[in-house]
């Protein structure tokens, strides 16, 4: 069964996926890179992946966190087939090593 959603202005609602990254006092250069290689190739590996855009903060105010990551989902299905997805996995498993803090957003737009 196919289910579209739209907005009140017959727009079809899609998945936005904010994740919002605080690096620990031990994270070094390489360890950044490492972050940034692995999450360039998840758009290839995973097809679920509409939009998918990361960096590095440009501010350094206190309240800013280090890095973000914005990805975009077909609806919350393919998010959550993309958060299990062996790829996404190892990411995460150095995220877990590098971060002191993640914070993550999703909504419908």
Known sequence: MLRVDLNQQGVLLMLKHL????FKETTGPADIERLAEGLGKLPEK????????????????DRSY???LV??????????????H????????????????????????
């Open 71 to 84: 990805s975009m989902f077909d609806d919350l299905e393919a998010m959550r087939a993309y958060q299990v």
């Open 66 to 68: 280090d890095f973000a």
């Open 86 to 109: 062996p790829d996404h996995q190892r990411v995460v498993a150095h995220v877990k090593e590098i971060c002191s803090s993640v914070i993550a957003v999703d909504f419908e737009c």
């Open 46 to 61: 995973i097809e679920l992946i509409r939009e998918f855009v990361f960096g590095r903060d440009i501010i350094h105010s």
């Open 19 to 22: 994740v919002f990254f605080k």
